[in-house]
């Protein structure tokens, strides 16, 4: 008996491993398992930008350029206080946006548009191009007839300028909430619209006063 007790112990025993060894085995799949969706899911974070972001990108440089160029031209030709400002913030605030539109290109090894407005494969897009049009961007001659004004004809010229080329950017923006996927293109989008649009109200107030 006690021969038979000590084999059915040992047999107990051998089987109580087993399950232990069993058990820690499917812990350790279970972790393996899991670790790949994990870097799947870090994978997919990477690169979320697609040619909206893109082409919201490459086209909003230019635009706001030019919006940059109209600004610069109020110094010296404008003597009313409120446009003076206007122009000041939007020179102030649309720089430090092409700056950082032009570091995501960079980072997204996408091409940088030109500062003359020209670019490589997409058919130079100058002022006068069919983007411009879309985009509310002036023509060469419209420029012109601005850099040629001054005084309130300056102004409300400037004023009604700068309210098409705001309302194309809004557009665009528009589309990019639309269409595009990175969240800082986005976030951008947004706060074009939002800035922008403020901008034109306050210009259609300024334009009932030149």
Known sequence: MNARLSSARLMAG???AGLILTGCAAGTDTSAGTAAPGGSSASAAQGEQNDADLAFVQGMIPHHRQAVEMADLVAGRSQNAQVIDLAARIGGGQQPEIDTMVGWLEEWGAE???EDGGMGGMGGMDHG???GAMGGMMTPEQMQQLQGASGPAFD???????????RGAVEMAQTELQDGADPDALALAQKIIDTQ??????????????
């Open 14 to 16: 051998i089987a109580v």
């Open 129 to 131: 191009g069919d983007m």
């Open 156 to 166: 409300r010229m400037f004023l009604e300028m700068m309210t098409e080329h705001h």
């Open 197 to 210: 649009q403020a901008e034109i109200t306050e210009m259609d107030t300024l334009l009932q006063q030149v």
């Open 112 to 114: 940088v548009p030109a």
